[in-house]
């Protein structure tokens, strides 16, 4: 079956960086966008950001734009999401997806993972 297990969440200072990790089995990994998305307490779910095929096919959220890098390695079927400059309002479990096919700018995706809290302190 299809699996995305999440890694690399923790408590970081404001200002600080956390790497995130998403493995992924059960799929071809190299024909799925993947995505990250997160949701805080007291929030709906929202993206962060998605990459398709490689880094010349990446879409951010504006929130998180030039502070967060989203990349693959598509022969280690894995995701990553390095965040820096973190603050506060970046508290969130954060969530992989993956989507099959080219689809960078939608919210539908097929599978998800279980997700990895981040919690930044001020």
């Known amino acids: 079956q299809v699996q995305l297990v999440e890694s690399g969440g923790g408590l970081v200072q404001a200002g600080g960086s956390l790497r995130l990790s998403c493995a992924v089995s059960?799929?071809?990994?190299?024909?799925?966008?993947m995505g990250w998305f997160r949701q805080a307490p007291g929030k709906e779910r929202e993206f962060v950001a998605a990459?398709?095929?490689?880094?010349?096919?990446?879409y951010y959220a504006d929130s998180v734009k030039g502070r967060f890098t989203i990349s693959r390695d598509n022969a280690k079927n894995t995701v990553y999401l390095q965040m820096n400059s973190l603050n506060p309002e970046d508290t969130a479990v954060y969530s992989c997806?993956?989507?099959?096919?080219?689809?960078?700018?939608?919210?539908?995706?097929?599978?998800w993972g279980q997700g990895t809290q981040v919690t930044v302190s001020s």
């Open positions: 990459i398709y095929w490689s880094e010349d096919s990446t």
């Open positions: 059960g799929l071809t990994f190299s024909r799925y966008t």
């Open positions: 997806a993956a989507k099959y096919g080219y689809y960078l700018h939608g919210y539908d995706y097929n599978y």
